[in-house]
């Protein structure tokens, strides 16, 4: 299994950015898929998750400015990051999970940095 993201790094306060997340080795269509993000000495996060269904969920911290989609053809994850703050300064990660199969994977991180 391979979560692969992509779409990363340096913005200025205000941007925009889109990150990518292709999976492989999975049946896309069936996990529900999310992002996550860790800044530095914090925990690791939800941002927003997209299940199985299309049902989204997003952070609080989020909402408004990020949307997550996926495109279940492509085995793809997508989360378009807009009206970025310094505060989503992160490394941000792709997951995959299914409760059927007690399967939970994880991508290797893709760093997200708002600075002016």
């Known amino acids: 299994v391979q979560l692969v993201e992509s779409g990363g790094g340096l913005v200025q306060p205000g941007g925009s950015l889109r990150l990518s997340c292709a999976a492989s080795?999975?049946?896309?269509?069936?996990?529900?898929m999310g992002w996550y993000r860790q800044a530095p000495g914090q925990g690791r996060e939800l941002v927003a998750t997209?299940?199985?269904?299309?049902?989204?969920r997003y952070a609080d911290s989020v909402k408004g400015r990020f949307t997550i989609s996926r495109d279940n053809a492509k085995n793809t994850v997508v989360l378009q990051m807009n009206s970025l703050k310094p505060e989503d300064t992160a490394v941000y990660y792709c997951?995959?999970?299914?409760?059927?199969?007690?399967?939970?994977?994880w991508g290797q991180g893709t760093q997200v940095t708002v600075s002016s």
């Open positions: 997209i299940n199985s269904g299309g049902s989204i």
């Open positions: 080795g999975i049946i896309f269509s069936i996990y529900d």
């Open positions: 997951n995959a999970a299914s409760v059927r199969y007690n399967h939970d994977y």
